[in-house]
C-alpha cells in the first residue's frame, strides 16, 4: 500500500502523465535509419574494415607478425635504387601483395595500432559480405579502395591531451 | 422489433427483400474485412511510433500498408496445426464463435441516418447480448486446446468478461435512459442537442475502460499475458484460425469503438462547425476510438490478475451505479 500512498497528488495524474509522453513520442520523428535505402551514419571510430594506404607501408611486417590469428599475408622483394646523387645502391623493400582476410580477422585492431607509419586505418565500411567464404580475402587495391572511406578523427574533448604526435 | 425511424439507404434502392438482404450482408461483410485491417495497420504504426519507430515501411510501397494483407497471406500459407489431446471439433469452431458476434452486432451499427443494415427497436440490448458470446469462443479455444497455459488463458478470459460486462451494460444503461430508447438510431438521434459525453462523462470512461478489458487488450489482457501464459487462450493455434482470433481481437475494436461513438459521442451527428456527411463522421470517430484504445495499449503496463478484478469491482461497478442514480433523478426532477 506505500505505492498508492506516494502517489497522493490527485487521481490518475500518473496515468495521463504516461499518456503524455508515448503522445509526445508519437509527434516526434522516428529515430529509424533506413538502412538498405540510407547508408546509416556512423561514428568515426566504427570498426568496420582495415583499409591500406600502400604509399605509407613500408613492408615492415609489424601488422603480420602482431596479427593474433595471421590473417594478413604480405609478400614483397628488394630492389636496389641508385641514388640519384651517387653513391652505394640502396636496398628497397617493394610491396607485392598485402591481403587481409576478412573472414577470420577478428576485429581487434591491433595491426591499427601497431603500424609505425599510418598505413592502415579503420573504415566504417561494412557492407562487404560474400557468398563464398574464399572471397573474404581482399587484395590490396581493394584496401587502397577503403581508404577513400575513412573518417577524419573526431574532435578531442575539452581537457584533453594533444596527441603525442602533434606535439613532435 | 423494427424501429419506425429511419429507413436503411438500401430499402430506398431496391424494393425487392431479397436483394436488399443481399446487398446488406455484403456491405457488413465488406466492412468487417476492410476496416479492422485498417485499425490493425494503425496499431502498427501507433505503436512504432510511440517507441520512436517507423513500422512497417515495405509491404506494398508506400509506407507498408498492405503489411496486414502480406500477413493474411502468410497466416494461409501456414501448417494448421491441431494438437493430438485436442477437443478436433471445439478447437476447430472456436475461431468462428469468437469473431461472428462482431460480424453480427455490425447489422445493428449506424454510420448514417439511413446506412445501417437494421434498425433494431432492442438495438443496444441485441449489441451488449451478442458481444458477450465473443468470449465463448475464447473459452472454448482455451478448454479445447488441452493446454494447461491456454486453460489458465481462457479462465481468465471468463472472469475477466464476467467482472467487465457488468460496468459495460450499466454505462450503456446511462445512455439508454437519457435517451429513452434502446433502438441505437434513436439514442443518436437524442444526442442532436447535446453529445451525451458531456453529461454522462465517467460512464463514457467507465465503457471505454471496460470495452477494452472487454476485447483483453491492454492493459487489461491478463486472458494474453504472453509473458506469464504464453498466449493463453490462442496458445495452440495457428495459421488461419489464429488469423480469425486477431480479425475478431480488431473486429472487435471497431465494433465497440463504434457502439462508444453511437451511445456517448452522437454517432453519425456532425461537429456543430464541421457539416461533414454522417458516415464520415461516424468513421471518424470510430478511427479516433480506435487511436484511444492503441494508445492507452502504448502506455499502460498490464495489470495483475487481482488488481484487475478488483479495479472492476470495488471501483468501475460502484461509479457506474452512483451514475445512474444521478441520471434517474435527473430525469425524473426534469420532466
Not at chain 1, 604480405?74 to 641508385?82: L, V
Not at chain 2, 434502392?13 to 431479397?18: A, I, Q
Not at chain 2, 465488406?30 to 495497420?41: A, K
Not at chain 2, 462523462?201 to 477494452?212: G, N
Request: glycine share 8%.
Amino acid at each position: 500500500m506505500a505505492i498508492e500512498t506516494q502517489g497522493t497528488k490527485g487521481i490518475g495524474q500518473g496515468l495521463l502523465k504516461g499518456l503524455g509522453v508515448t503522445l509526445k513520442t508519437m509527434l516526434r520523428p522516428a529515430v529509424t535509419q533506413q538502412y538498405p535505402h540510407v547508408k546509416p551514419d556512423l561514428p568515426a571510430r566504427t570498426r568496420g574494415v582495415i583499409a591500406l594506404k600502400e604509399g605509407n607501408c613500408t613492408v615492415c611486417y609489424k601488422c603480420a607478425r602482431e596479427c593474433p590469428d595471421w590473417c594478413i599475408y604480405i609478400d614483397a622483394h628488394k630492389e636496389a635504387h641508385e641514388p640519384a646523387g651517387g653513391g652505394r645502391a640502396r636496398s628497397v623493400k617493394v610491396l607485392d601483395r598485402f591481403a587481409i582476410d576478412f573472414s577470420l580477422c577478428m576485429y581487434c585492431g591491433i595491426c591499427v595500432e601497431v603500424c609505425p607509419f599510418d598505413a592502415l586505418f579503420w573504415s566504417p565500411e561494412f557492407d562487404y559480405g560474400e557468398y563464398d567464404i574464399d572471397s573474404m580475402t581482399h587484395e590490396k587495391d581493394r584496401l587502397e579502395q577503403w581508404t577513400y572511406t575513412v573518417l577524419p578523427p573526431p574532435e578531442l574533448e575539452d581537457g584533453a591531451q594533444p596527441p603525442a604526435e602533434a606535439a613532435s | 422489433m423494427i424501429a419506425e425511424t429511419g429507413v436503411s439507404i438500401v430499402d430506398q434502392l431496391t424494393g425487392n427483400f431479397w436483394l436488399a438482404a443481399l446487398l446488406k450482408t455484403v456491405g457488413v461483410l465488406g466492412f468487417f474485412l476492410v476496416v479492422p485491417l485498417i485499425v490493425g495497420y494503425m496499431e502498427h504504426k501507433v505503436l512504432a511510433h510511440a517507441q520512436a519507430r517507423l513500422g512497417p515501411m515495405e509491404a506494398g510501397g508506400f509506407h507498408g500498408w498492405a503489411q496486414l494483407v502480406a500477413d493474411g497471406v502468410k497466416f494461409i500459407q501456414k501448417e494448421d496445426v491441431v494438437p493430438a489431446a485436442a477437443d478436433r471439433n471445439v478447437f476447430s469452431l472456436a475461431p468462428a464463435v469468437a469473431m461472428i458476434p462482431y460480424i453480427v452486432v455490425l447489422v445493428v451499427l449506424p454510420l448514417g441516418s439511413d446506412v445501417f443494415a437494421l434498425n433494431l427497436d432492442v438495438g443496444i440490448f441485441f449489441v451488449l447480448a451478442v458481444s458477450g458470446i465473443g468470449v465463448l469462443g475464447i473459452l472454448m479455444g482455451g478448454w479445447a486446446s488441452a493446454n494447461k497455459y491456454a486453460l489458465i488463458g481462457a479462465m481468465r478470459a471468463a472472469g475477466q468478461l464476467i467482472a467487465y460486462e457488468l460496468p459495460l451494460v450499466f454505462a450503456a444503461a446511462g445512455a439508454v435512459m437519457l435517451a429513452g430508447s434502446m433502438s441505437l438510431i434513436n439514442i443518436v438521434e437524442a444526442q442532436r442537442d447535446l453529445w451525451y459525453v458531456v453529461p454522462l462523462f465517467p460512464l463514457f470512461v467507465i465503457f471505454v475502460i471496460s470495452s477494452v478489458a472487454e476485447l483483453s487488450r491492454p492493459p487489461f489482457d491478463m486472458p494474453i499475458a504472453d509473458s506469464e501464459i504464453i498466449f493463453g487462450a490462442f496458445t495452440e493455434y495457428s495459421g488461419l484460425k489464429f488469423a480469425f482470433f486477431l480479425l475478431a481481437e480488431y473486429g472487435g475494436i471497431v465494433v465497440l469503438s463504434g457502439i462508444t461513438s453511437v451511445l456517448f459521442l452522437g454517432g453519425y451527428l456532425p461537429l456543430p462547425f464541421i457539416p461533414l456527411p454522417g458516415p464520415i463522421m461516424m468513421m471518424g470517430k470510430i478511427f479516433a476510438l480506435s487511436f484511444l484504445v492503441i494508445w492507452l495499449r502504448a502506455t499502460f503496463p498490464r495489470l495483475r490478475e487481482d488488481q484487475l478484478q478488483r479495479f472492476a469491482w470495488v471501483s468501475l461497478l460502484e461509479i457506474a451505479l452512483l451514475w445512474i442514480l444521478v441520471v434517474a433523478f435527473a430525469k425524473v426532477a426534469m420532466n
